[in-house]
């Protein structure tokens, strides 16, 4: 059993950064960050396993990376707009591939809460 845990979200103007992170007790293969807006379905953002993803419309903004020794996963979000709010969770997985479908995933924080203003 993996328990996650995030913490980092915020209220912040457009063109500004957060950097969300994501503690885990016990391991997985695959760590990610999904994120739900009001109306909308949940959507994977970034995650990484044996290989990386990021949705098209956070690349070259948004950088997913782990720290092992911390059993930690951060997301650093650069650039935001009003677009990009939304509940933010993060998951896990022992799946050795990155699925896009939040079924897919074994392992739930509880949400955290980002919001940019314009």
């Known amino acids: 059993q993996v328990q996650l845990v995030e913490s980092g979200g915020g209220v912040v103007q457009a063109g500004g950064s957060l950097r969300l992170s994501c503690a885990a007790t016990?391991?997985?293969?695959?760590m990610g960050w999904f994120r739900q807006a009001p109306g909308k379905e949940r959507e994977l953002v970034a995650a990484v396993a044996w290989s990386t993803y990021y949705l098209d419309s956070v690349k070259g903004r948004f950088t997913i990376s782990r720290d092992n020794a911390e059993n930690t996963v951060y997301l650093q979000m650069n650039s935001l707009t009003p677009e990009d709010t939304a509940v933010y969770y993060c998951?896990?997985?022992?799946?050795?591939?990155?699925?896009?479908?939040?079924?897919?995933?074994?392992?739930w924080g509880q949400g955290t809460q980002v919001t940019v203003s314009s």
């Open positions: 998951a896990a997985d022992n799946s050795f591939t990155i699925a896009t479908e939040p079924n897919k995933w074994d392992f």
């Open positions: 016990g391991r997985s293969v695959a």
